[in-house]
C-alpha cells in the first residue's frame, strides 16, 4: 500500500497526459469550426500541462530525491520541505491565496 501511495504521482502524470491527448483531439475538431480561435485553444492546451503536469512532476521529484515520504506528505505546509513549498504555490485555486503564503513563512498550520 506504501508503493501505492508513493506512486501515485506516476499515475496522476500519465492520466494528465491521456488527458492532454483527448484536448488535444478536441481542440483539432474546434479550430476546424473556429480557425480564429486556434491560437487561444493552444494557449488552453499550454496552460492546462503547465498546471497539471508541473505539479504531478514537483510532487514526484520531492518524493523521489527530496524527502518527502507519500503524496499526503505533499499537503503539510508546515513541514517547510522546498518541494511542498513549490507544489504549494504552483497549485492555482485555494492553495495559492495570501493567507496560505503567509502561514507557509510563518511554519504554521492553515
Given at each position: 500500500m506504501?508503493?501505492?501511495f508513493r506512486n501515485f504521482w506516476l499515475l496522476a502524470l500519465v492520466i494528465t497526459g491521456i488527458n492532454t491527448l483527448i484536448y488535444?483531439?478536441?481542440i483539432q475538431v474546434l479550430t476546424r469550426e473556429h480557425p480564429e480561435r486556434a491560437e487561444g485553444y493552444q494557449h488552453f492546451l499550454i496552460g492546462?500541462?503547465?498546471v497539471n503536469a508541473v505539479v504531478w512532476l514537483v510532487m514526484g521529484v520531492g518524493i523521489m530525491i527530496g524527502g518527502v515520504p507519500t503524496i499526503?506528505?505533499?499537503f503539510h505546509l508546515a513541514s517547510g520541505n522546498p518541494f511542498v513549498l513549490?507544489?504549494?504555490i504552483h497549485t492555482p485555486g485555494d492553495l495559492n491565496t495570501p493567507e496560505?503564503?503567509?502561514a507557509v513563512r510563518e511554519n504554521d498550520t492553515i
Open positions: 506504501d508503493s501505492i488535444q483531439r478536441r492546462f500541462v503547465a499526503f506528505a505533499s513549490v507544489m504549494i496560505v503564503v503567509k
